[in-house]
């Protein structure tokens, strides 16, 4: 059996901690920017494009917001039905809501599609349904129903 001669460990140079170094920033860096490659890529916009005279437009949204409540309207989800979005609209008393103008535009949530308007005609069971088809993906639609000289806007999703 012959004896094996002890190995000395490598020395810790100043090549290590330089090359050590140099790799953890390296690391650091690279994921910094692959995130905000994709935080750049994958963001839409705003929610409002400035806030202070979105402060000073609340208590008149408040106000708009009770007057409308006050109709006594009810509104469903928008549904997809073969492609066109639906909408049920009930009078106060729950009744078919009739004689309205229904419209909307169709928003993509992070602006990477063409909004799209949207007409709606009610069908024989009361429902509104919107004339042109709406494009698959996700929607943030701004509706406008009104009546007389009675207006309502809301805005909901759809997928």
């Given amino acids: 059996m012959m004896k094996q001669e002890p190995v000395a460990p490598k020395k810790f140079t100043g090549y290590h901690a330089t090359a050590i170094i140099v790799t ?3 690391v650091v860096i690279a994921v910094n920017l692959l995130m905000a490659s994709f ?3 994958t963001f839409g916009g705003t929610v409002v494009d400035n ?3 979105a402060s000073q437009k609340y208590n008149e949204w408040l106000e708009e917001g009770r007057k409308q409540a006050s109709y006594g ?3 469903s989800k928008v549904a997809r039905v073969q492609g066109k979005a639906s909408i049920t609209v009930l009078d106060a008393d729950k009744t078919i809501f009739d004689g309205a103008t229904v419209s909307a535009t169709a ?3 992070v602006g ?3 909004p799209v308007t949207l007409d709606f005609v009610q069908d024989d069971t009361g429902n509104y349904i919107s004339r042109d088809i ?3 993906g996700r929607w943030k639609l701004r509706i406008k129903i009104k009546r007389g000289d009675k207006e309502m806007a809301l805005i909901q999703d759809i997928l």
């Fill in 24 to 26: 953890f920033f390296g």
């Fill in 39 to 41: 935080a750049v890529s």
């Fill in 51 to 53: 806030s202070y005279v």
């Fill in 73 to 75: 309207w009810s509104v």
């Fill in 107 to 109: 928003i993509h949530p």
């Fill in 112 to 114: 990477r599609a063409d």
């Fill in 134 to 136: 709406l494009p698959e």
